[in-house]
């Protein structure tokens, strides 16, 4: 029996038919490959010794902000007494003059809403500032010995010396971009003495930090300024 090959255009067109079958069937083999290897993304990773913050339970904050705090003098009388709030002005008569002059002083506030069941009687919290060119966050820690009955809502204030801290890049210097502010609550002192505090991976307690505060603030002369909270 004699076998007949194809005429030679005929080889051709089925050599170019099988190299290309093969290509197919490597690059599927390739693909299910790198699927296998990617299908599972890089997890989002927090740097070592890191804990996410956590907001704490049946509590609303809400407009966060500070304040520069100034004095008065007049030349003349008042309408009234000075007010004893070094940020409020005297009302000035005719023909008087009053000069608004800075203290120095910063005022740190915020709006606090106790949704829970549970008063409050004192609260250590961090005032944070985020440039959003930057990912660095600078914050002031507080303290306030304030009752907040549940379903209250109360403006905690803190007086300090320490001013907002500049931009950490010309960039956002120059473009005047604003810092981005928020409160971060570390420690929630009940009336009933119940505690909730940030988790720390230190062997610091916000919540023993804050009750030390507490024991020394009863001990100090209220002034213009508020007893620093230093963690």
């Not at 001013?163 to 929630?188: N, R, T, W, Y």
Request: net charge positive; hydrophobic share 35%.
């Amino acid at each position: 029996m004699t076998i007949q090959w194809p005429n030679p255009r005929l080889r051709l067109f089925i050599l170019s038919l099988s190299l290309f079958c093969f290509g197919i069937t490597a690059a599927q083999s390739t693909a299910r490959g790198q699927t296998a290897t990617t299908v599972n993304p890089d997890p989002i990773l927090f740097p070592p010794g890191h804990i996410p913050p956590v907001k704490p339970p049946r509590v609303t904050i809400t407009n966060v902000r500070f304040e520069t705090v100034s004095k008065s003098s007049s030349t003349t009388s008042v309408a009234a007494a000075p007010d004893r709030k070094p940020n409020r002005s005297p009302l000035p008569t005719n023909g008087s003059s009053v000069r608004i002059e800075p203290t120095g002083l910063y005022v740190y506030s915020m709006d606090v809403t106790n949704n829970g069941t549970r008063a409050i009687k004192a609260i250590a919290w961090d005032y944070r500032f985020t440039e959003p060119s930057f990912p660095l966050i600078i914050h002031y820690s507080f303290a306030n010995l304030q009752k907040i009955d549940p379903g209250q809502k109360v403006t905690v204030r803190f007086t300090t010396r320490s001013g907002p801290p500049k931009p950490f890049s010309e960039l956002a210097e120059k473009a005047g971009i604003p810092f981005e502010q928020d409160v971060l609550f570390q420690c929630i002192i009940y009336a009933d003495g119940l505690t909730w505090q940030q988790l720390t991976v230190t062997d610091t307690n916000p919540c023993e930090r804050l009750k030390r505060w507490i024991k020394q603030r009863r001990k100090t002369e209220p002034g213009l300024e508020d007893l620093p909270f230093n963690p």
